[in-house]
């Protein structure tokens, strides 16, 4: 797991009641967080932010706002001294000029007891822990009293604008606009509380999710990721448990087996089916272990089926889960009516075997959002391991994915991907080069797979080489289907 690093980002508004804005702004796709999603100016938190023996985070915060919001926008707080035009100067030679260090840093500590004022604390987010790049978020208010005009880093910013809140947080649910999750979270606060209860409301929802609540992990509407921690391989953690539904639930994947994480869900569904929905069935990829671990225990808790596919119910026969009807491909799960109030909102099933013999996706018919279990990972390859694994039938189904032009996709461990269509082309493309590596390195002798690893898998960490020998396996028996190698005693060869 990797340490979050601080950061900050500052939610800026102008007017009051109903005609409250706030600024949103459009992130580049090259940008590794949050690449093309809509979220506030923000940032990690550098040297330059820190002031000689404040060890209040706040204040620390409030001076990389400040920053971040001149270098990515333009714009400038009432109580930040000098003109909108030598401030920009400024931010733009931070990191080559010392002398703009110096002189940016005299500009704030001279300015610094109106900002404490003008710039407030909101609340701390911490990215949750299955993410594979984390910050650590402290949240900032600004009020802009005047219009300014803006002028957008085209390194990191698309476009922005302020729009009201509920408009903002209607254009997320209508699929026209993608909104980083925990500035959702606030959007809808501040369309829902109004700016006077806005930071109580929030500064106490998010104080839940230090505490051990589920982050409101939403990156398209109607499916929520509750992570849970697995025996997975790494450098994933944990699986993610998704529920699908707004009214009509389906509960895909809950894979916790430690007493904490079994809690964990429960309690988060109590809640739910409190509010009014109700859990229709518990679903189920595949049969491994880092997937199935609380199916059982749900399914008498609510008591509804759980559901999978007939091979994956025939490996989980020594276990606690009693199965219920069997998915097949084409099998339509109803959801009700979508977010958006879109009628006949439905979730399909896909027959998607490879990784495992009864490996199934979930697809719904709305937002073009796919549950995608073990086909792809957001923070790893795909280790296909024979017998149960096979290569050509997982590219086969790869391939089937690749066809249905995927919009957010949802692996099992890693965030969601905001274009699936491009992390399957992805994925088919690192694989037809990994089988042109193996290739490569066979030999018209016979050789181990030991000693074929180094060269076909020579990318791979050393710790992760035990698991791709699994893979190099599986390559090499596709290969040999294919009549381009062959088995010879303990060793393969070129056919």
């Known amino acids: 797991m990797s340490e979050p690093r601080s950061s900050a980002s500052i939610l800026v508004t102008r007017g009051t009641g109903e005609d409250l804005e706030v600024l949103l702004i459009e992130r580049s796709p090259r940008l590794r967080f949050f690449g093309g999603y809509w979220a506030f100016p923000g940032g990690a938190t550098e040297t330059i932010d820190d ?31 000098g003109d ?30 109106r900002l404490r004022e003008e710039i407030q604390p909101v609340c701390r987010i911490t990215t949750p822990e299955f993410a594979p790049i984390r910050f650590a978020t402290e949240f900032v208010h600004l009020t802009l009293e005047a219009d300014e ?9 698309v476009q922005g604008r302020f729009v009201k809140p509920s408009e903002a947080v209607r254009n997320w649910v209508d699929g026209r606009q993608l909104i980083a999750p925990p500035v ?82 429960t309690r988060h569904l109590e809640r739910l089916v409190a509010s009014g929905a109700r859990i229709d069935a518990i679903l189920l990829t595949h049969h491994h272990r880092d997937h199935f671990g609380s199916a059982g225990l749900l399914a008498r808790r609510f008591g509804v089926p759980v559901r999978a596919h007939a091979a994956t119910f025939e490996r989980l026969a020594h276990t606690d889960i009693e199965p219920g009807p069997t998915l097949e491909d084409g099998d339509v799960l109803e959801l009700g009516t979508a977010p958006d109030g879109t009628p006949g909102w439905q979730l399909e099933t896909l027959y998607t075997p490879g990784h495992a013999p009864g490996h199934l996706c979930f697809m719904e018919n709305r937002y073009r959002a ?47 991907f905001r274009d699936g269509a491009q992390l399957v082309r992805h ?24 000693a074929i690893l180094p060269q076909a898998y020579g990318d791979v960490a050393e710790e992760a080489r035990p698991v791709a020998l699994r893979s190099l396996l599986a390559g090499l028996e596709k290969l040999a289907e294919d009549g381009a190698a062959r088995r010879a005693g303990e060793g393969w060869c070129l056919a």
């Not at 037809?432 to 066979?442: F, G, H, T």
């Open 427 to 450: 994925y088919l493309t690192h694989r037809r080069q990994r089988e042109q590596m193996i290739l490569k390195s066979l030999a018209a002798a016979p050789q181990s797979l030991a």
């Open 51 to 81: 002031r000689p023996g404040d060890q209040d985070l706040w204040n620390t915060a409030r001076r990389c706002a400040v920053r971040e919001l001149v270098e990515e926008t333009g714009l400038r707080c009432r109580g930040l001294a």
């Open 84 to 113: 909108s035009a030598r401030l920009r100067d400024l931010s733009e030679r931070l990191h080559e000029d010392a002398g703009a260090v110096a002189e940016w840093s005299a500009i704030l500590d001279a300015s610094w007891t």
């Open 149 to 157: 005009p803006f002028r957008f880093n085209a390194h990191e910013i």
């Open 184 to 265: 959702l979270f606030l959007l809808e606060i501040l369309a829902t509380h109004g700016l006077g209860n806005f930071r109580a409301v929030a500064a106490e929802r998010a104080a839940r999710f230090e505490q051990g609540d589920f982050h409101p992990a939403r990156f398209s509407p109607g499916i929520f990721i509750a992570p849970l921690a697995s025996p997975t391989l790494p450098p994933a953690r944990a699986t993610n448990c998704l529920i699908v539904g707004t009214d009509r639930l389906y509960v895909i994947d809950p894979a916790a087996i430690a007493e904490e994480g079994q809690t964990k869900i």
């Open 370 to 416: 796919a549950v995608v279990g073990d086909m792809l990972s957001t923070v790893s390859t795909i280790v296909i391991d024979p017998p149960e694994g096979h290569m050509a039938t997982y590219l086969k189904s790869l391939e089937r994915l690749q066809s249905l032009n995927i919009g957010m996709l949802y692996p099992a461990h890693g965030p969601a």
